[in-house]
C-alpha cells in the first residue's frame, strides 16, 4: 500500500524550487494579479481520507474546471439527450476556435471546449433567468463538496464579461445555428460565473470524489450519478478533457482530468481517489506547469494510471 | 470474480441473431470478399488462460489494428524522438483527411491515422528494403503471438496497392514536407503488406497481450516493452485508436482499442486482459458494428473499464 | 453605337415572363415581406443619360451593395492604410463564413464580405458615434445620387440587428483580435444601417457612376474619387463583389458588381455606364436570379464585358 | 495614341538598376540555375506590331502560363462539360493546396490551381497516351505563335517529375474520388512537360494574342475560339490567374494574366495588345517581382487597364 502522505511531501518538496514557474494567464485581467509562487495539491480517496500539501487550502479561480459540475448538472437534467446539442469527441484544435463549428454546423464537439461548455450551459438555464441557473449551480458544487463556504468571484465574473469577445463570438454563431435557446448575454452570464467559481484545492478534491467512487460520494453518501454516468464523465474528461493537449496529458499522465486557465487541475484515479492540484504559472498549451508534473509524478509513483501499473 | 466463459458465452449467444449487420468494407476490392456473417472473441488473461466463442480461430485481414504493432517496433528503434515525426493528439477528422497534413505542414496528428501510420512505416524501415521491414514485422507479429502461422496476404496487400489512392496522396505530401525518408512506393509497400496481416482472434489477443501486462507477455515471459510505454501505448489507443470516433469508444466501452476497417478491433483492459473481436460488417462510422457492441457488453459486464466499475 | 433603350426593352420584355422566379431571402424577416414580382433595371451613361425599364423607381434595400460606398468613404478617411485593416483577395468561402478569420487572425480577406465590410464601417467610424456615422453615409449616398430621397429604412436595420447572430459573431471575433476599434454594437448599429439604404434602380445608377467615369459624376460635377483609386474599387467588386460567386460573375457577365440580398445588383461599364438592376427572387448562390440574367444579357447585347466584345 | 516603342523603352530604363532582384525559384532544381539578371518584355497589339526590349528573344520556362493553353484546349474538347471537372472561381489559397480538395471532393476550384490543372491534362489527353498529348500540346502552341521553334525543356520535365511529390499527392487525392480518368504518371507526365514549354517573350505574347483579338490571331488569321471563350478565358485569368495573389494583381495591374513560376507573366488588354514579360526573380507571393512591376508600370502609362483609365 502506497503511502500517501510520503508520496505526496516528496512531489511538494520535489517541487519546491520550481514554485513561480510558467505564466500566469494574462487575458482575463482579474487572473493575471495572482501570485505565481504558490503551489497546493490535496488528494482524497474513496475511503475519504483528505491528503493537502501546500496552499491546498488557499481559493483560486477553477475556470474551466466548473464545465465537469455543469455537464454533470446537463446530463441530470436531459441525459442522453445532451448529446443532441453538443459531440463526444476530441476536436483537434484550441480551446476557443470556432472553425469545427462552421464545418459542424453549430454542434460544439465536444462538453469540455469553450464553445461545447456554453451549449452545456444553455442547457442547464432551462428557461431560467441567469440568477436562478447560477445559483443553482452553487448550491449544486457546496452540495459535492459538503461545504457552503465555496464562492463564486464577482470580479472575475465581470473582468471575463468585458474581455470575453471571443466566447461572445461562439455563443453568437451558435445562436445563428439555433443551438442556443436563450439569449446570448443571459448564456454567456452564467458561463462567465461558473468559470469565477473560487475553490481550494481540498475543496475541489471533495467535490469532485464522486467521480472516483461510482458516482457517490463516500463522505456524504450522496448519490450523484450512477456509476456508468461517472464511468461516461470520467471518458470525456480523458479524451477531452485538455483540449488540443489531451492526448499528451493521457499519455504522460494517464488519468482523466479537466484542466483551467486558472493554473488548477482536477483528476481521477477510478476507484482510488480524487485529486486537485494548483499552481498559477501556465505551460505553453495553457495548463498549469506544476499541476501537470506534479499529477504525472503522482502517477507515477503510485501506479493509479488508468492504462496499468 | 467474473465467469468469463459465461460472459463470452451470453454475449456470443445475444448477438447470434445479428451476426451479419453492417456492410463489409467495400474500397479494398479483395475485403470485399469476405462473408459477412461471421463472428468470434477471443480474450486472454494476464494469467495466461484464453477465452474463446464463435469464429476466434478463422483468420482475418487485421488492417489498420498492424498499427499498434508497428508503433511498438518504431518506438523500440528511435524512442521518444519518434515524436518528431508524428503527434500524439486526437485528429478530430477522419482517417484519410490530408487537411490537418497542410495546416500542420506535413507532421501528422498521431500515429493511428493513416498519415502517421505512414510516417512510422517509414521509421521502422530505417533504410532497409520494403521486403526486409516487411520480414521483420512478420517476424516481430509471430513472436509476440507465439505462433509461427500468421502471415500476411499478398493478394490483399496487391488490392490495396492497387486502389490506394488516398494513401499515394499522404504519402507523397508528406513526402513534400520532407517527413519520409524513403520512396512513396517503398514505403507504402510496407504499408500495405502490414495491413495485410492475416490473424485469428485469438492469435491477436495473445499478440497484444503484454499492453495488459507491464509489457511482458506472461505466456511466453517475452519482455516486450517497458511498464511504461505499455501504458503509453494503452493511452494512445484510448484517445486515437478510433479515428474520429475514439470518443464515442471511450465513452461506451472505456478500453484502449484499435480498430480495423477488415472488421477487427483490438482492445486492452490494464492488468487484466487482452480482447480481440472480429465481425465483418462496419457501422457508418467503419469501425465493427457487432464488434464494438460486443466490447460494450464485455467491458459492462465485468466492469473492466479503465474508468471505474 | 448601341440603341441602349432597344436593348433594355427586349432584355424587359424577354423576361417578363420569368418575373418572380428565385426565392425572396427570408433570413431577414422584413425582407421576406417584398413582394417577388417586381424587376427593375436601369442604366446611366458616362454622358449623363438615363435608360429605365420595369420598377426602376421602386425603392428597395440594397443591403450588401451598401459596402461600395463604405469602402469609398473608407479609403477617403485612411487611403491605403486600409489594407492593414482588412485584404484584397477573394476569400474561397461564403459570405459569412468565420473560418478564414481564424485561420488568418481577425483580418478579412476582402471588404466586401460581412466580415470586411464590418471592418469598413470601424474605419469609417472614425470615433463618432453610430448616429454621426449613419448620418455621414446617408450625406454621402445622397451627394452620390445628387437626390435627398434616398433614405434609410429603419424597419430592416432594426430587424437585422434582433437575427443578426453571425455578423455579432463576426465581429466579436474579429474584437478578439482587436481588430475593431469601437464596441461591437455600435459598429453593427452603423453596419446594420448601412445595409437597410432604401434605394431605387436609378437612384443606385446615377450613386456609381463615378465609378464608371474615372472618379467623378458627370452629371454633378462631383468629383469622388481619383481616377486610379475608381479602378481600385472596380477591380476588388469584379474579384470579390460575389462573394463565392464571383468568377461565376466574372465568367458570364464580365462587369465590376456588387450584388446585395435585397435582390439589387449593381454593375460598372469602365468608361461607358453604371448599372443597376433589381429583382428580388434570389438563386441559390443568394444573388438576384433575374438580376444575373439580365446583366448578361445586357453585356452580350452591348459588348460592354472588360473581357473583350 | 500611345507611342508604345516610347513607352516600354522607358518601363526598360527605370527597371535596369533593379534587374536581379528577387529570388530565383530553387524547389525545382533545373530552374534554379537560372540567371536572375535577365528582363525582357514583349507587346504585341491586335493589328500584329510587335514592340519588345531587353531579353524578349530569351527563351524561358513558361510553367503555369501554359495552364492557359491546356485550358484552351479542354474546351475546345469538352465545351462547357469542363466544368463537371474543375470549378471557376478564386480558391483562397495557395498554388498547392490540397484542404479545398478534401472539402469539395476532389473537384479543383479552377483551372490554374496546380490540381485544376492536372485535371484539365487528363480531360486534353483524352485517351491518348503521354507522348501524343505532349505532342498535340507542342503542336498547338506552335501553331498560336506561328513559330516551330517553341520547345519543350526535357530537363525541366524531368527535375519536376523527380521533386513534384506535392503534384503526386494532389492527382491521387483526385484520382481517390475518380476525378482523373488516367493513370497519375501518365497525367503528370504530360503536365509536367507542359510546365516545361520553353518559349521567349515575344513568342508567349503572340501565342495569346487570340485571347486579346476576340479568338483569333490577327497575324496568322487563324480563328482560336470564338470572341465569347476568349472573354471568358480573360475573366478566369483575372479571377484565378495568380492562385492568392489574383486580387492584388487585379487591383494594381487591373489586366487579365497568367504568371508562372519561372519569373514569366502573360497578361491581356482586351482589343488592343497581348503582353508577355520575363524576370526570374520571384516576389514573397511567387510571381516575377520586376514582371509585375513592369506590368503596372505599362497598364498605367497606357490606361489599358480593364477597369477605367
Known amino acids: ?17 520550481r514554485i513561480g514557474e510558467g505564466k500566469v494567464a494574462d487575458y ?16 482524497v480517496t474513496v ?30 437534467k436531459v441525459g ?9 469527441e476530441p476536436s483537434g484544435s484550441a480551446f476557443n476556435s470556432i472553425v469545427q463549428l462552421e464545418h459542424e454546423q453549430g454542434i460544439p464537439r465536444n462538453p469540455f471546449i469553450n464553445a461545447g461548455a456554453i451549449a452545456v450551459t444553455d442547457v442547464v438555464m432551462a428557461g431560467h433567468a441567469p440568477r436562478e441557473a447560477i445559483g443553482e449551480l452553487l448550491r449544486f458544487v457546496r452540495y459535492l463538496a459538503d461545504d457552503e463556504s465555496v464562492t463564486i468571484d464577482d470580479r472575475v465574473a465581470r473582468s471575463e464579461t468585458q474581455t470575453g469577445y471571443r466566447n461572445f463570438a461562439l455563443a453568437n454563431f451558435m445562436r445563428s445555428y439555433r443551438n442556443l435557446d436563450h439569449p446570448v448575454d443571459h448564456v454567456l452570464g452564467v458561463y462567465f460565473h ?40 470520467n471518458a470525456l474528461m ?26 488548477g487541475i482536477f483528476a481521477v484515479a477510478p476507484g482510488i481517489a480524487s485529486i486537485a492540484v494548483w499552481s498559477p504559472g501556465l505551460n505553453k498549451v495553457g495548463n498549469s506547469q506544476l499541476g501537470a508534473v506534479a499529477l504525472e509524478m503522482l ?10 501499473d
Open 1 to 17: 500500500m502506497t503511502d500517501l502522505k510520503a508520496v505526496l511531501d516528496s512531489i511538494h518538496k520535489e517541487l519546491a524550487p
Open 28 to 43: 482575463i485581467p482579474e487572473l493575471a494579479k495572482v501570485d505565481a509562487n504558490q503551489f497546493g495539491l490535496s488528494v
Open 47 to 76: 475511503d475519504g481520507k483528505a491528503y493537502n500539501v501546500g496552499h491546498a487550502d488557499v481559493p483560486f479561480s477553477i475556470q474551466s474546471i466548473s464545465k465537469v459540475f455543469m455537464l454533470t448538472l446537463a446530463l441530470g
Open 80 to 88: 442522453e439527450g445532451l448529446w443532441k446539442r453538443v459531440g463526444r
Open 194 to 233: 461558473q468559470c469565477a467559481l473560487s475553490m481550494t484545492c481540498e475543496q475541489l478534491a471533495k467535490a469532485g470524489l464522486f467521480l472516483a467512487a461510482r458516482g457517490s460520494n463516500p463522505m456524504t453518501g450522496h448519490s450523484v450519478v450512477s456509476p456508468k454516468r461517472a464511468r461516461r464523465i
Open 238 to 263: 480523458l479524451t477531452c478533457g485538455h483540449y488540443d493537449g489531451s492526448g499528451d496529458f493521457a499519455y504522460h499522465v494517464g488519468l482523466p482530468g479537466k484542466s483551467g486557465v486558472g493554473g
Open 299 to 308: 502517477a507515477a509513483r503510485t501506479g493509479w494510471s488508468v492504462f496499468g
